[in-house]
């Protein structure tokens, strides 16, 4: 199988800002993932605390390495939840 060259002058008309509008068009669309998350999140937790007894972080969370975007690895917890029957 041979792979086509792209045609001529293909590249020669790319630029950094170029490079760099297309790269803010997919981190631009993380807004509505963020969104998405936080909607999710606000669904479970709806769902969750209702049903808690009680609740307490058993140890010191861990958080993830990283440079970027960071955030708990984990949050280890212990609970206990509302009976069935009340």
């Known amino acids: 199988m041979r792979l086509a060259a792209p ?8 630029s950094v800002t170029s490079v760099a509008a297309g790269l803010d068009g997919a981190i631009g ?6 969104a998405l998350a936080r ?5 479970f937790f709806s769902k969750l605390l209702p049903r808690l007894k009680s ?3 058993n ?3 861990q958080l993830t390495a990283t ?4 955030g708990l690895k984990h949050l280890p917890v212990r ?5 069935a029957d009340s």
């Open 7 to 14: 045609r001529p002058g293909f590249y020669a008309n790319a």
């Open 29 to 34: 669309c993380s807004g509505s993932a963020t």
């Open 39 to 43: 909607m999710e999140v606000n669904s």
């Open 55 to 57: 609740i307490e972080m």
């Open 59 to 61: 140890r010191d969370p």
């Open 67 to 70: 440079t970027f975007v960071g």
């Open 79 to 83: 609970q206990s939840l509302v009976s």
